[in-house]
């Protein structure tokens, strides 16, 4: 099974509501990313969690809150978020350290309203 | 230094055509070229990678050029088909892979 899950697909909230979204994989993945992209641009790295363990923090704003409560889950809390946070969040996997090769999952279209 | 650039922004080829998208890179750290194809409404998934020491990999219809000297890379898709039809990430790797830069993307559009 080489499939990363996002939940939920669509999500629309306000400005000062709090939600989760969740990435959930079986692959034995020990490493598990973060990503956001605009409409018509690239992916933009915002965290890695390695054996569970936050590696990279992009310099992301704090009104985004990840969490990896085990080696198979990664959840993004959100909270007060702007409008221009709207965007596509994906998730993706990879082996430990030198597993180079990304998963990505399907990614959640978030609006900010 | 940690941009990757990508050209053309896009393209149209027709149908048994080769389609070339070309890329280049600052930081010589850089370890891992990954390609990603990107269909509407989905995740990126991977194409084909390349690592520094090769100057070329082929996987069936796509084919990774790589010039280290000149910081460059190219992927090309030979008989190109509609469903080739999407965009196209190229990206480079450092850190273990960790940290992956993309490039900008080129929408490639085959005619039938």
């Known amino acids: 099974d080489t499939e990363v899950t996002q939940t939920p697909k669509h999500l629309v909230m306000g400005m000062t509501n709090k939600k989760s979204l969740k990435c959930e994989q079986h692959?034995?993945?020990?490493?598990m990313y973060w990503y956001k992209q605009k409409a018509k641009k690239p992916p933009e790295l915002m965290f890695v969690y390695s054996y569970e363990k936050l590696s990279i923090n992009e310099s992301v704003p704090s009104r985004f809150s990840p969490e990896c409560p085990n080696s198979s889950l990664l959840n993004l809390h959100l909270h007060a978020l702007q409008p221009e946070d709207s965007a596509l969040y994906l998730c993706?996997?990879?082996?430990?350290?030198?597993?180079?090769?990304?998963?990505f999952g399907p990614g959640t279209r978030l609006t900010v309203t | 230094q940690q941009q990757v650039k990508q050209s053309p922004q896009s393209l149209i080829v027709q149908k048994g055509g080769i389609s070339i998208i070309n890329c280049a890179y600052e930081?010589?750290?850089?370890?891992?070229f990954p390609w990603y194809q990107q269909f509407p409404g989905k995740g990126p998934a991977l194409l084909i990678a390349?690592?520094?020491?090769?100057s070329e990999k082929k996987e069936g219809r796509f084919t990774i050029s790589f010039n280290k000297s000149a910081k460059q890379f190219s992927l090309h898709i030979m008989d190109s088909q509609p469903g080739d039809s999407a965009t196209y990430f190229c990206?480079?790797?450092?850190?273990?892979?960790?940290?992956?830069?993309f490039g900008a993307g080129t929408r490639l559009f085959v005619k039938a």
């Open positions: 990206a480079a790797s450092i850190n273990g892979g960790f940290k992956t830069i």
């Open positions: 993706a996997s990879s082996q430990e350290r030198g597993g180079w090769e990304q998963y």
């Open positions: 390349i690592r520094p020491d090769v």
């Open positions: 930081n010589t750290a850089f370890d891992y």
């Open positions: 692959m034995g993945h020990r490493a």
